[in-house]
């Protein structure tokens, strides 16, 4: 396997399966009130010393609380393979290499800033656009609904909401911060990561670290860094590194790296300054656990066919993505109410089932082109 094809179309598929099954799954999970909550945008050592002790008393809802305090690590892995995604498609692909640009040194570098910031605002607004009409719908017909203001509506669609103050009261559906946050992403990797050193995008890694290693671990601070492209600078750095630098290995080393990288997140997920890396391990293990599942499904015909499940999953990931805080408005009440598991299934179905649908709905979307 050549560097051009590090991940395949269906290895990067089923990384996007495992980071929304992990997303749609934590983004139930946590709301409930019973169960441990997460270490996302701020490090609460409450949250901890709760998981903690989930561990040593676990109980029948041991995998709600695992899915709470570790599902929304999806998001990285979402970050990591745009970035990956980003290097193949306008660095390693003779298609946009050949896009008028600016010459520089005899080499073209397209496409241009706007063009390209244009492009992707598209792309991501089509998806947004069509989950947050529908869940605004039905968020104003159940019970308590949210209240909007004119900014936070015009905010959502111009995907700067994360840039606004208190992001946590203003961001409705919450998920759909991610938008804004890939936009940012987008517009510094074409201004300053494309087409440039390594040493570029190993200082804005470390830039970003730096922002929020000396921040209270439970102020807002850290938590408007976090909802913004400072704190997703990590996973995005190491896709692009990834992409650029790194070969293939055997599947015995992808084994080793899948193993030690889920001790390394075990043990950083308990230290604040530690836990700042926690996204980097999670992308290594990623990495190594699909290639893992890859060689197992072509010998195994059981590993075959969940690769085959999480394959279809990703295709509708985004879909997924954007349909799942309509069914968790509607299904809630019940895990609510005691019936967590129940509750759970009938979202699980319906999410799946309403993806699949928007989905196809989405692909008639006319697609943004690249000028």
Not at 355 to 371: E, G, N, R, T
Request: aromatic share 18%; with cysteine.
């Amino acid at each position: 396997m050549n560097n051009n094809q590090l991940l395949s179309r269906t290895e990067c598929s089923i990384l996007r399966g495992l980071a929304i099954l992990g997303i749609f799954l934590h983004n139930y999970c946590h709301w409930l009130n019973p169960i441990v909550k997460e270490n996302e945008y701020q490090y609460i050592q409450h949250n901890v010393d709760w998981f903690t002790q989930v561990l040593l008393h676990p109980d029948a809802n041991l995998p709600i609380h695992l899915l709470s305090f570790f599902g929304h690590y999806g998001v990285p892995v979402f970050l990591f393979l745009s970035a990956y995604g980003l290097v193949m498609k306008y660095e390693k692909s003779e298609k946009y290499t050949t896009l008028p640009g600016v010459l520089s040194a005899g080499k073209v570098y397209g496409p241009s800033f706007f063009s390209f910031v244009r492009y992707h605002f598209l792309k991501l607004f089509k998806m947004m656009i069509v989950g947050f009409v529908a869940f605004t719908m039905i968020d104003q017909i159940v019970p308590s609904p949210h209240h909007y203001e004119v900014l936070d509506v015009i905010a959502q669609l111009g995907l700067f909401n994360n840039v606004l103050p208190n992001p946590d009261g203003i961001i409705w559906p919450g998920p759909y911060w991610f938008f804004g946050l890939m936009l940012q992403l987008y517009i510094v990797y074409r201004l300053f990561l494309y087409r440039r050193s390594w040493v570029i995008t190993v200082l804005f890694i470390l830039g970003c670290w730096l922002l929020q290693a000396f921040c209270d671990p439970e102020g807002e601070t850290l938590n408007r860094i976090r909802y913004n492209f400072m704190g997703g600078m990590l996973p995005f750095g190491m896709g692009i590194l990834y992409a650029r630098y790194c070969k293939d290995t055997s599947n015995q080393l992808y084994a080793t790296l899948a193993f030690v990288s889920l001790c390394l997140i075990w043990a950083f997920s308990f230290n604040y300054q530690l836990w700042f890396w926690v996204p980097a391990f999670i992308c290594t293990f990623s990495i190594g656990l699909v290639k893992v599942m890859s060689a197992l499904g072509r010998h195994l015909s059981l590993f075959n066919r969940i690769n085959i499940g999480i394959n279809w999953i990703g295709a509708i990931s985004a879909a997924l993505f954007v349909c799942h805080p309509i069914t968790r408005k509607i299904f809630i009440p019940i895990s609510r109410h005691g019936d967590i598991y129940t509750g759970l299934l009938l979202y699980i179905i319906a999410s799946l089932c309403l993806a699949w649908l928007f989905k196809k709905f989405m692909d008639q979307i006319p697609s943004p082109k690249l000028k």
